[in-house]
């Protein structure tokens, strides 16, 4: 990308390859989340039911204030 600029050689030398690890970071984390997702895509995985088909706390309304 910027290998031949004598800046981003600088920065690199002052702060690391920061774009470097974040992709190296990205790509570790998106190989976790494969891993932890792979039950879920299998063809026996019975999803859960839709928010709201269930049974469901409300909020309850603020008392109306007394003068």
């Given at each position: 990308?910027?290998q031949d600029?004598?800046?981003?050689?600088?920065l690199?030398?002052?702060?690391?390859?920061?774009p470097?690890?974040?992709?190296?970071?990205?790509?570790?984390?998106?190989?976790?989340l494969e891993?932890?997702?792979r039950?879920y895509?299998?063809?026996?995985?019975?999803?859960?039911?839709?928010p709201?088909?269930g049974?469901?706390r409300?909020?309850?309304?603020?008392?109306p204030?007394?003068?």
């Amino acid at each position: 990308m910027f290998q031949d600029s004598p800046i981003y050689d600088r920065l690199i030398a002052e702060c690391g390859d920061v774009p470097t690890q974040v992709r190296r970071e990205a790509e570790r984390v998106s190989r976790e989340l494969e891993l932890v997702m792979r039950p879920y895509q299998s063809p026996g995985y019975d999803r859960p039911q839709a928010p709201g088909t269930g049974w469901q706390r409300t909020a309850m309304l603020p008392a109306p204030r007394q003068p």
